[in-house]
């Protein structure tokens, strides 16, 4: 099963950008959809993002279309999620998770998730 990593949160102001990594252990990288969601304490995860196989189908939540950019290379097993425009409500711990497909992981159903890194907006 694959293992996952996230790295790139931290602290930044509104308005700013920051990069998510999400480092993907084994040889079967490529065969699975990757994806990011957000949980913030004492709320449900939410999906925010996700990027079929092939990376020509991608999802995401209404609340961050147009500024945030999911991406993937399977030559370094790597998943990125580029996010642009950052409001104060996007302050959550972010999570990389991979599936089947990028519709199960629009409808939660995940076969690995990481650990988390957080993101906090100021405003």
Known sequence: ?????????????????????????????SSYAMGWFRQIPGKEREFVTAISTSGAITYYADSVKGRFTISRDDAKNMVYLQMN???PED???????AGRRALDLRQARADAWGQGTLVTVSS
């Not at 302050?91 to 998770?97: L, Q, R």
């Open 91 to 97: 302050t959550a711990g972010y999570y990389c998770a």
């Open 1 to 29: 099963q694959v293992q996952l990593v996230e790295s790139g949160g931290g602290l930044v102001q509104a308005g700013g950008s920051l990069r998510l990594s999400c480092a993907a252990s084994g040889r079967t990288f």
């Open 85 to 87: 425009s950052l409001k």
